[in-house]
């Protein structure tokens, strides 16, 4: 895949959408493009995280570790972003993210991740929203859990 149809491919990312083409450019060449087989692990919970991802191409489960092994709680697909929480909360990997099929992404970062959001408010925005809605599902998913209990 070329420079070109990466920052196609970034367009489509809502964060990245409302970023003009030439910063989008620079993001895709100071990123590093990664490509995952199946089973492999893209980070694991628990490890350091100082870069995050976005899925350029097909799936990926997001595993939270049990007493009783790990569990899929999540399905990441294109388009999708991971590893955020890592940078901007200075913690380490709160899942482990595995490919679930062969998986293509853009590893991004944090030096760049931050310079991005100081540029672009709005892309601080639409991560606000994307974090606002995993809570609200996870909250969902906790409540028919305790019904179910």
Do not use: W
């Not at 294109?78 to 940078?87: D, T, V, W």
């Amino acid at each position: 895949m070329n420079l070109n149809e990466e920052v196609e491919l970034l367009k489509l990312v809502p964060i990245f959408s409302k970023i003009e083409q030439a910063k989008l450019k620079l993001l895709a060449f100071t990123s590093e493009r990664v490509n995952f087989a199946v089973g492999q692990e893209v980070c694991h919970q628990g490890d350091p995280g100082n870069t995050m991802y976005v899925i350029l191409g097909g799936t990926a489960d997001v595993l939270i570790d049990t007493a009783g092994g790990q569990i899929a709680v999540a399905e990441m697909k294109k388009n999708s972003f991971f590893g955020e929480i890592a940078i901007l909360c200075d913690v380490p990997r709160t899942a482990t993210i595995k490919a679930k099929e062969p998986l293509s992404t853009l590893k991004i970062t944090k030096d760049m991740f931050y310079r991005l959001v100081a540029e672009f408010p709005q892309m601080a925005v639409e991560i606000m929203r994307e974090l606002a809605h995993r809570l609200e599902d996870t909250n969902q998913k906790l409540r028919a859990a305790t019904k179910a209990a």
